[in-house]
């Protein structure tokens, strides 16, 4: 075992970069700042970690194991190329766009947890066999630096990409909440069958019609949602720009907001579910409606939305403030 020794140093090592990458900062980054030259280094210390991942596998892969001195060089080499990695993306400054490099950094520390987990795997593996879990574990850093090459170069593809997301993660929500209010349709009937609970005599398992004709107008809401992503991704993909720290912080501004849109839309769901609370199902209806309302208003004001996109803008507002003041008429008795 005392030849892994170094490999157990070189662990501490990594955790720490982590802890700094998920806790810190980057500085106000180089001056000059070239983004092409930043892909350019990200992509080589990607790769050069990928090829160090693959060289420490093999080398505990099969007997003899590495001499404490190969196994020194060897825990060196991963080091260094993981200190490449999150000093090339601490290049990144802030005026690039919060939003990619978030996406960048969350990229970074993938490269460096697989890395960790791949030390932990050869440091707990029984001496000189090829596990299963080490396997995994290097395909798991393989993966993770191939990622590099599907980053968004530049803020507004990062929104695009971050909106893209949340717009599929609603679309599947108003799809399951459509499918759950189908009329004459048991919500729980999938889960909880006859046969194994007996007679299902409780209403609290079931919609009432107060509650569905409440629920129209929440569905509402959800669809006006999936439509306002749906049309601020096609805004910034047609008009955004990442060519000023304006433009850039108009993207990111937008991009902040629109990732509340998925939460709340999930937070409304849920209590659509019976037994109905109405005040519960208002409160959430409201915060949905006020983060749509933020959404539309930010986009208006924004580069994305020239004159010729100000006419869904006005329609969705009109949209979120008629249903939500439906929601209000709903549950007026309940306040």
Request: aromatic content about 8%.
């Given at each position: 075992m005392e030849a892994r020794e170094p490999l157990r140093d070189v662990r501490g090592a990594l955790r720490a970069v982590l802890a700094r990458l998920r806790e810190g900062e980057p500085s106000e980054g180089r001056e000059?700042?070239?983004?092409?030259?930043?892909?350019?280094?990200?992509?080589?210390?990607?790769?050069?970690?990928?090829?160090?991942?693959?060289?420490?596998?093999?080398?505990?892969?099969?007997?003899?194991?590495?001499?404490?001195?190969?196994?020194?060089?060897?825990?060196?080499?991963?080091?260094?190329?993981?200190?490449?990695?999150?000093?090339?993306?601490?290049?990144?400054?802030?005026?690039?766009?919060?939003?990619?490099?978030?996406?960048?950094?969350?990229?970074?520390?993938?490269?460096?947890?697989?890395?960790?987990?791949?030390?932990?795997?050869?440091?707990?593996?029984?001496?000189?066999?090829?596990?299963?879990?080490?396997?995994?574990?290097?395909?798991?850093?393989?993966?993770?630096?191939?990622?590099?090459?599907?980053?968004?170069?530049?803020?507004?593809?990062?929104?695009v990409s971050a909106l893209a997301a949340s717009l599929g993660v609603v679309k599947d929500a108003v799809e399951e909440m459509e499918h759950a209010l189908v009329e004459g349709q048991d919500p729980y009937g999938d889960i909880m069958e006859d046969e194994e609970l007996g007679f299902r005599g409780n209403r609290d398992t079931y919609w009432s019609e107060a509650d569905r004709r409440l629920l129209s107008s929440c569905m509402g809401l959800m669809k006006a949602s999936k439509a306002c992503l749906k049309k601020v991704l096609a805004a910034v993909k047609a008009h955004g720009k990442a060519d000023s720290p304006e433009h850039i912080a108009q993207l990111d501004d937008l991009a902040d907001i629109a990732n509340e849109i998925s939460p709340s839309v999930d937070e409304l769901a849920l209590s659509m579910y019976p037994p109905v609370n109405p005040l519960a199902v208002r409160l959430n209806a409201a915060k949905l409606a006020s983060v749509l309302t933020k959404v539309l208003e930010i986009a208006k004001t924004s580069h994305v939305c020239p004159p010729s996109e100000e006419g869904w803008v006005q329609f969705l507002t009109g949209a979120v403030d008629h249903n939500m003041n439906k929601v209000k008429n709903f549950t007026q008795g309940q306040l």
């Open positions: 000059p700042f070239e983004l092409p030259r930043f892909w350019d280094a990200l992509g080589q210390t990607f790769q050069v970690t990928s090829q160090e991942a693959t060289k420490l596998s093999l080398a505990f892969s099969r007997p003899p194991l590495p001499s404490a001195e190969n196994c020194r060089k060897l825990s060196e080499d991963v080091q260094n190329a993981i200190l490449a990695v999150a000093t090339v993306y601490y290049w990144l400054p802030k005026g690039q766009g919060t939003t990619l490099r978030k996406m960048v950094r969350d990229a970074t520390t993938e490269v460096v947890e697989g890395m960790i987990q791949l030390t932990d795997t050869i440091l707990n593996a029984p001496v000189e066999s090829l596990s299963q879990e080490q396997l995994i574990s290097t395909g798991g850093v393989w993966e993770a630096c191939e990622q590099v090459s599907n980053l968004p170069r530049d803020n507004q593809a990062a929104v």
